[in-house]
């Protein structure tokens, strides 16, 4: 039998399936699209091509690192985001759909503002602030990253989405990162920060444990770094500002305990697509 894309996918999605992939045909499709250096949709175009050997040896390379654990956007490189896609290195976590509702509550939050200034702390991959201001032309964003990794792979990304004009990075440790002259600066802070606890961790699949610990490991309870983000944010926002958090499915009670201790007079929290609580909002008045 010849092999063809259509044929080597027929037989990678039923190898996946029976290794437990749940999207195993997609996964197949998206490392084959990697292999040819063609979008999916050419898989469906042009089935019949048939595959050299080598084209065949690689595969098979992706598909063993698929199993070893490797993330598939690791592999790939690439990983889609709301309606885009955006370079994925083992520096920074590999986007998730939950942080799309951050992003969602972020811009409902903003639909009556006229423009201002917004931080993110803990930008990774740079996807949070690049979506914002792909929606949000009348900002001006700075974004910060302890990672001197991540923030190269979010300046790539910015550039790659000709937003580098509107974006400012800066390494360094949460709100230390900040130039002088920060204090209420901000009509908003945004954040999806480490929050799993640092026992929790080895419990994880082995394919998140794959990623950065830094960007997971939020201490013994799971919210050190969320402590801090929310103690502080008073300082640097603006009056009426606002600060968005993701946050672990079980941390919504002490998010909204730490955000009252803060001063912060409207609290709301939005569930997942799972239906537990992700994201908090907190507003000052």
Request: aromatic share 8%; net charge negative.
């Amino acid at each position: 039998m010849m092999m063809t894309v259509r044929v080597v996918l027929q037989e990678t999605a039923r190898f996946f399936a029976k290794r437990g992939l749940e999207a195993a045909r997609l996964e197949a499709e998206l490392l084959m699209a990697h292999l040819l250096g063609v979008e999916r949709l050419r898989l469906y175009t042009d089935p019949e091509r048939p595959l050299a050997g080598t084209e065949l040896d690689r595969y098979k390379e992706l598909i063993r690192r698929r199993l070893s654990g490797e993330p598939l956007a690791y592999i790939t490189g690439k990983k889609a985001f709301l309606k885009w896609e955006f370079n994925v290195t083992p520096d920074v976590l590999v986007p998730r759909p939950e942080t799309e509702i951050l992003v969602e509550k972020t811009l409902a939050m903003l639909e009556t503002a006229a423009g201002g200034r917004i931080l993110e702390l803990g930008t990774g991959s740079g996807i949070i602030t690049i979506a914002l201001a792909h929606y949000l032309p009348a900002y001006q964003f700075e974004a910060v990253d302890i990672s001197p990794a991540a923030l190269g792979v979010a300046a790539g990304n910015a550039a790659c989405h000709q937003l580098s004009e509107r974006i400012a990075f800066y390494e360094g440790d949460l709100y230390e990162a900040l130039p002088a002259g920060r204090e209420n600066a901000y009509t908003a802070i945004v954040s999806n920060p480490p929050y799993i606890p640092s026992g929790v961790l080895p419990t994880l699949a082995r394919e998140v444990r794959m990623e950065p610990r830094q960007a997971l490991d939020g201490g013994p309870d799971g919210l050190e770094i969320i402590r801090r983000i929310i103690s502080r944010a008073p300082e640097f926002l603006a009056p009426g500002g606002f600060l968005a958090l993701e946050h672990g499915h079980d941390q919504k009670p002490m998010v909204e305990r730490l955000a009252r201790i803060a001063g912060f007079t409207s609290i709301q929290s939005y569930d997942d697509y799972s239906g537990f609580p992700r994201v908090t909002i907190c507003q000052l008045k």
